[in-house]
């Protein structure tokens, strides 16, 4: 006889299959449906630089690992934040290639570094606690602390494109969304920590 911790239950196929089935399609729809909706509307490719290419970027170099940071430690987050960032720099890499830029520019640094520092420092700050203040006090520096040396990485940079001056537009732009995801990614968390989705054992 199967004991209750063995037995399949529709929870079980709702979260274990359904549930990730439907963010990959989600994930599959935003670059090929919605990106050229997108472009429909607005052919300067504005709205899909925040939308489509800016989403990616926070999701990939912010959320994620700010997310491991706080629900599991430093390390996790750390290591996260280093694997995507790495990624998201050679997404970018091959597009240099493609418009005949350089594919080791230092601004790709910047894309790993910052996610690399979002991720330990939202855990180290954290130290393992769930109290929500502290979470965001957390996020929100960690947040400043990686959008720093994504800045500094642009400004290095010699490609036309990228930082330049720290007027106050692009730090509005640049900073802004890193903030709010360190105000989002705690209440995340603590709705996990509600239904005991932790890869840690709470004290």
């Given at each position: 006889?199967?004991?209750?911790?063995?037995?399949?239950?529709?929870?079980?196929?709702?979260?274990?299959?359904?549930?990730?089935?439907?963010?990959?399609?989600?994930?599959?729809?935003?670059?090929?449906?919605?990106?050229?909706?997108?472009?429909?509307?607005?052919?300067?490719y504005?709205?899909?630089?925040?939308?489509?290419?800016?989403?990616?970027?926070?999701?990939?170099?912010?959320?994620?690992?700010?997310?491991?940071?706080?629900?599991?430690?430093?390390?996790?987050?750390?290591?996260?934040?280093?694997?995507?960032?790495?990624?998201?720099?050679l997404?970018?890499?091959?597009?240099?290639?493609?418009?005949?830029?350089?594919?080791?520019?230092?601004?790709?640094?910047?894309?790993?570094?910052?996610?690399?520092?979002?991720?330990?420092?939202?855990?180290?700050?954290?130290?393992?606690?769930?109290?929500?203040?502290?979470?965001?006090?957390?996020?929100?520096?960690?947040?400043?602390?990686?959008?720093?040396?994504?800045?500094?990485?642009?400004?290095?940079?010699?490609?036309?494109?990228?930082?330049?001056?720290?007027?106050?537009?692009?730090?509005?732009?640049?900073?802004?969304?890193?903030?709010?995801?360190?105000?989002?990614?705690?209440?995340?968390?603590?709705?996990?920590?509600?239904?005991?989705?932790?890869?840690r054992?709470?004290?």
């Amino acid at each position: 006889m199967a004991s209750e911790s063995e037995k399949l239950k529709i929870s079980d196929f709702i979260y274990g299959l359904i549930v990730p089935a439907i963010i990959g399609l989600l994930i599959l729809a935003w670059p090929t449906v919605v990106a050229p909706a997108l472009m429909g509307i607005d052919p300067s490719y504005t709205l899909n630089a925040i939308l489509v290419d800016g989403f990616l970027e926070a999701i990939m170099i912010i959320a994620i690992p700010m997310l491991f940071g706080l629900l599991w430690n430093r390390w996790a987050g750390g290591v996260s934040g280093f694997l995507l960032g790495t990624l998201y720099a050679l997404y970018w890499s091959v597009q240099y290639v493609t418009y005949q830029l350089s594919p080791t520019d230092v601004s790709l640094m910047g894309y790993i570094l910052s996610g690399m520092l979002i991720g330990y420092v939202a855990g180290a700050l954290s130290k393992g606690s769930f109290a929500f203040i502290r979470m965001v006090v957390a996020g929100i520096i960690a947040a400043i602390v990686g959008w720093c040396f994504y800045v500094a990485a642009g400004i290095l940079s010699p490609i036309p494109g990228t930082i330049s001056t720290l007027d106050p537009y692009t730090i509005f732009i640049t900073l802004t969304p890193r903030i709010v995801y360190g105000i989002i990614i705690p209440i995340i968390v603590k709705v996990f920590t509600w239904y005991g989705i932790i890869p840690r054992r709470m004290s």
